[in-house]
């Protein structure tokens, strides 16, 4: 491990106990409306096309501002340049953390390690670019000279959930020509589904792994391949198979020629690598063009992070919030609510963004910490969430927060329903953050028996997030903006948010009860439980 910047316990420093006396005081979100009619207004901040109004978080200017002091104090910021700079932040795994040069312009200089950073970056664009756009025109052919209409990416965790969510989200610009597909279950029914209306003369297969070592990945890739060969041919390999890999050596062993290999660096995080080569899909669905515009976007979020001033910064403000809300309003959960169908996937991604990074237990220095860290987060995009998950929301008993975002512009106008849906947003805002009370619940008319069911403690902190239009550059400035709201959290909590340990564990046991599985192993080498399970789907027929 190499020595990175000192992480001290935030809940030592003397503002954590003035911040918790704060909370323990601070008014309802009612309260803190009514009291300011200029509170929405010096409570909403733009940058890079986004818009965040967190005038419904339960928090008064006082404590924001102590809350940026202690960041100031945790030393957030100097990680926040040690980042750029490519210093090597992630210290259990003594890497850079460098998501953030992918989308640097061309030209811009960055050496770390002794290594042009932007020239590598952009010479795989360049290669990346090349390719999507022959397969986009239809130079690049299948093994018996037909155009390519389908591409499968295989890959899981980051090498599936961004791109997944891209394609969804920038379907609007998307090749309509062209099918795309994403399998990521070892679950043999995700890539059968998939495969059953495919032509395999007329289908791409982009295996999208880091590591190329990932058991799901090589599983469903090699499986895919089998699909190929028993139709074409062991020679058709090379027109259908691409690969997204920092591992040559591995991509040449599965059979695909390495010049069809598009690689990244150890410094770009499997959950930060959608905008690398990971992204090869999302640019034959996109086009170069677009793809260059979504980068556009993360690099106007990321400067206006790196160069404004904490009280007007977006991921700051949402970074410092989140860590209000759950270790200071003690709320361990936070709901994504996209008003935006394009939206549907960014829930899952951020799943993996901000609970791989932050569900942490230890500092950098591998003390215990003794406060809260990553939140649980989950969502749906509105409306259909509302006419499912919302009631526990509004009625149940665990406080959620709420990020509600919403697009003001539809791609598609339909009579007045994109103003329906703006509606549906702006009314749940409102519910969650004043609630309904019970003298308003009465003069309605309403039974004093049926009154404290109708009753809505509201009081659930809640970000509006808008922009104008869902385009790649706004997709790119949305992403980044939780990337680094979720590195304000992780450095203020002093915890590393670029590994990953605790999904190795679950790796390597699965592979203990496989060989059992297959007879390879004895049934003690399992603990007793888990023999019981084995026993049982066996007499349920288990293959
Ligand atoms: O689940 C752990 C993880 O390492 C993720 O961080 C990563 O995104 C995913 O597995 C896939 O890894 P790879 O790209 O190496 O196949």
């Known amino acids: 491990m190499t020595s990175g910047p000192t992480s001290p316990d935030p809940s030592a420093n003397p503002k954590w106990a003035e911040l918790a006396a704060a909370a323990a005081a601070v008014p309802t979100i009612r309260d803190l409306l009514d009291a300011d009619p200029g509170r ?15 005038a419904r978080q339960q928090i008064t200017p006082q404590a924001l501002a102590a809350l940026i002091e202690l960041a ?19 210290t259990t795994e003594d890497r850079a953390v460098l998501h953030t040069a992918l989308r640097l312009p061309r030209g811009a200089r960055l050496i770390v390690d002794e290594v042009d950073v932007v020239s590598e970056v952009h010479e795989v664009l360049d290669l990346m670019g090349n390719f999507a756009k022959s397969v986009r025109n239809g130079k690049w052919r299948g ?6 209409n389908a591409i499968v990416n295989i890959g899981i965790g980051g090498s599936d959930l961004g ?20 399998v990521s279950n070892v679950d043999p029914t995700d890539l059968s589904e998939v495969l059953r209306s495919l032509d395999p003369a007329r289908t791409l297969f982009v295996i999208a792994s880091k590591t190329f070592s990932t058991l799901e990945t090589m599983t469903n890739g090699r499986a895919a391949r089998a699909w190929l060969v028993s139709a074409l041919g062991e020679k058709a390999v090379i027109n259908h198979f691409v690969a997204v890999s920092s591992n040559r050596e591995l991509v040449e062993k599965f059979g695909i020629d390495s010049k069809n290999m598009f690689g990244f660096w150890d410094w770009v995080g499997g959950r930060y690598s959608m905008d690398a080569a990971i992204g090869l899909s999302t640019m034959i669905a996109i086009g170069p063009k677009a793809f260059s515009q979504l980068l556009a976007g993360f690099h106007a979020m990321d400067k206006h992070f790196e160069t404004a001033r904490a009280d007007q910064n977006l ?5 410092l919030l989140a860590v209000w809300n759950r270790d200071f309003l003690n ?8 008003y935006s169908q394009y939206l549907s996937r960014f829930p899952a991604y951020l799943q993996q963004l901000t609970m791989e990074s932050n569900g942490k237990r230890v500092r950098l220095d591998g003390t215990p910490v003794t406060y809260q860290t990553g939140a649980i987060v989950w969502g749906e995009p509105g409306t259909n969430g509302q006419h499912s998950f919302y009631q526990l929301i509004h009625q149940g008993t665990s406080p959620v927060a709420c990020d509600i975002i919403v697009i003001a512009q539809s791609d598609n106008p339909l009579g007045d329903q994109q103003n329906m849906l703006i509606a549906n947003a ?10 309904r009370t019970i003298d308003e619940v009465a003069a309605d008319g309403t039974s004093k028996e049926l009154a404290p069911h109708k009753v809505m403690p509201g009081n659930r902190p809640t970000s509006v997030i808008s922009a104008p239009r869902l385009d790649p550059f706004t997709l ?11 590195f304000v959290q992780g450095a203020l909590w002093g915890i590393n948010s670029f590994d990953q340990w605790g999904v190795e564990l679950g790796k390597k046991v699965a592979l203990g009860i496989l060989a059992v599985i297959d007879g390879q192993a004895d049934m003690s080498t399992v603990d007793v439980a888990t023999a019981h399970s084995i026993e049982v789907l066996a007499t349920q027929g288990r293959a």
């Not at 709320?331 to 996209?338: E, R």
């Open 40 to 54: 929405p207004a010096r409570s909403t901040v733009s940058a890079a096309g986004i818009t965040l109004d967190f």
């Open 72 to 90: 100031e104090k945790q030393g957030v910021f100097d990680r926040r340049t040690a980042m750029f700079a490519g210093e090597h932040i992630n």
């Open 143 to 148: 093994a018996t000279g037909k155009r390519i």
């Open 163 to 182: 791109p997944a969510m891209a394609y969804q989200a920038l379907r609007d610009f998307s090749k309509r020509d062209m099918g795309f597909h994403f």
């Open 315 to 319: 991921p700051v403000i949402m970074g």
């Open 331 to 338: 709320i361990s959960t936070n709901a994504v609510l996209p």
């Open 426 to 435: 702006l009314a749940q805002a409102a519910v969650l953050a004043r609630g």
């Open 476 to 486: 790119g400035a949305l992403i980044a903006l939780y990337e680094h709201s979720v």
